[in-house]
């Protein structure tokens, strides 16, 4: 296949996809395509929050992070925080301070289930750390929704996430497409080893990668803030002198171009992210990235709170596994993509609690 045919693909994939995506009307409503994944087989559906006339309790939903040290989980926060205003219901956000801190969440999912919280919406540290916990709140009749990260327990509820195999995939193909693969020498650093959407990126990156004549030199995994994953390349570029391209997750992308600014590579080394952020999109349009995966974050985090609301309120879902349509951003089809659908709005402040009125 040729690096215009990829290009092309990419391209069109990003433009079909954000023709889909639109914003909430008037009434805070909102109808999204979505793909469906309900037992493997992905199906296009729209997706449109549920009416409020539909609500009829002021229900209290527990939130967990991994962390909340950068603007991809901010976009995720400021996307439930919308939809709970939206339904006049009550979130609490609990975060346990990076990917290292399994036994935080598991703390604080296990206090969640004590305080009674009506539903859990989780964005997991371990796909199958917390499936014991996802059991218990099942029995205790606490419907557990997996947003995000990926979680591997039947018992779950519902998945409001996009395929980062298919976000690996994406980014290895765009790699290929804008280089010369047999001259690619790239540093991969795809995030913390054991969570479910690192794990799934490397999985989809690595399957483009073989027999395409690109080596890939190293693999780097790590907790994903900014400061682990920029002393993580710093380091490699270091130790592996001909890397010419990184592929990092989000943090990593944004961390890639100080750590090449700093030893005067900055353009004789190409950078790709996985998903996307605000410092990422910025460096892309400014020729420094060449382009990102993006998972459309804050649609994820309406979907996850919507999904808590239907299934509390005894509503069919359209689909118990869905997400919106990943897609590959660069400069050149930046302009499609609507920023509150990726973001939080500029200025917006993490907000942990929100009462139902």
Same mark, same amino acid.
């Given at each position: 296949?040729?690096?215009?045919? #990829? ?14 995506? &639109? ?21 296009? #559906?729209?997706? %449109? ?6 609500? %009829? ?6 939130? +967990? ?23 006049? #219901? &009550? ?11 399994? &036994? ?28 014991? +916990? ?28 996009? &395929?980062?195999?298919? !976000? ?63 002393? +993580? ?24 171009? %100080? ?24 460096? #892309? !349009? ?24 239907? !299934?509390?309120?005894?509503?069919? +879902? ?40």
């Amino acid at each position: 296949m040729s690096r215009r045919f #990829i290009s092309t693909l990419v391209c069109l994939a990003g433009l079909a996809t954000v023709g889909a995506l &639109s914003a909430e009307a008037a009434d805070d409503s909102w109808t999204f395509d979505i793909l469906a994944r309900d037992g493997g087989v992905p199906k296009q #559906i729209k997706w %449109t929050n549920i009416p409020k006339d539909k609500i %009829t309790k002021p229900w209290n939903i527990c939130v +967990l992070f991994p962390h909340m040290k950068n603007v991809y989980w901010v976009a995720g926060n400021y996307g439930m925080v919308q939809e709970a205003q939206r339904d006049h #219901i &009550s979130t609490q956000l609990f975060e346990a301070g990076g990917y290292q801190n399994l &036994s935080t969440q598991l703390n604080q999912f296990d206090n969640c289930i004590a305080n009674k919280y009506d539903a859990i919406v989780i964005a997991a540290i371990s796909a199958d750390g917390v499936g014991p +916990l996802v059991k218990k709140a099942t029995a205790a009749g606490i419907p557990v929704i997996d947003y995000a990260n990926g979680i591997n327990e039947p018992a779950i509820a519902a998945h409001a996430t996009v &395929s980062f195999v298919d !976000l690996g995939r994406m980014t290895g193909k765009a790699v290929l497409g804008s280089s010369d693969a047999k001259k690619d020498v790239i540093g991969f650093f795809p995030g913390p080893e054991g969570a479910n959407f690192s794990d799934d990126a490397v999985k989809g990156f690595m399957e483009v990668m073989k027999d395409s004549g690109a080596k890939v030199a190293l693999t780097k995994r790590g907790d994903a803030s900014l400061n682990v994953q920029l002393d +993580l390349i710093d380091n490699a570029l270091q130790a592996y002198p001909d890397i010419n391209y990184i592929v990092a997750i989000d943090p990593g992308a944004q961390g890639a171009i %100080t750590a090449l600014r700093n030893s005067r590579r900055l353009g004789e080394v190409k950078v790709a992210s996985i998903n996307i952020i605000p410092p990422v999109y910025d460096d #892309i !349009l400014a020729g420094l990235t060449e382009g990102s995966g993006v998972d459309f974050t804050v649609i994820q985090a309406k979907l996850a709170i919507d999904m808590a609301v239907r !299934l509390l309120e005894k509503q069919d +879902l359209p689909a118990h596994e869905a997400g919106p349509n990943p897609a590959f951003l660069t400069k050149a089809n930046a302009k499609n993509y609507e920023w509150t659908t990726m973001f939080a709005p500029k200025g917006f402040a993490a907000t942990y609690s929100v009462q139902a009125k």
